[in-house]
């Protein structure tokens, strides 16, 4: 099993930037594809943008593709969601989650693909 931490949500006015990370300590974060989910406010969570172990296959939501990236630093068991041109839409609870196989390199977009979960952080992106 992996524990994830999210870190780095906040408040952030429309337009503005936010980076938000995930670190994992545990079994061997390394070799596990990472993805980042959300829910909004009485909305179900939905996948926003994933990391394969090596960080050479990414997949994002449509909602995402073009303005939020996602890069991984496997020195650090860190993985990041960078977050630009903030919309009030994107305003959600921010998880993220290791699949549940290794050194795969499909991205899954599946929330059941995933094994172990963070807590969340909140990201709200005002008007």
């Known amino acids: 099993q992996v524990q994830l931490v999210e870190s780095g949500g906040g408040l952030v006015q429309a337009g503005g930037s936010l980076r938000v990370s995930c670190a994992a300590s545990g079994r061997t974060f390394s070799g596990y594809t990472v993805g980042w989910f959300r829910q909004a406010p009485g909305k179900e969570r939905e996948f926003v943008a994933g990391i394969n172990w090596r960080g050479g296959n990414t997949a994002y939501a449509d909602s995402v593709e073009g303005r939020f990236t996602i890069s991984r630093d496997n020195a650090k068991n860190t993985v990041y969601l960078q977050m630009n041109s903030l919309k009030p839409e994107d305003t959600a609870v921010y998880y993220c989650?290791?699949?549940?196989?290794?050194?795969?390199?499909?991205?899954?977009?599946?929330?059941?693909?995933?094994?172990?979960w963070g807590q969340g952080t909140q990201v709200t992106v005002s008007s």
């Open positions: 989650a290791a699949d549940w196989k290794v050194w795969s390199t499909v991205v899954s977009t599946r929330q059941i693909s995933y094994r172990d």
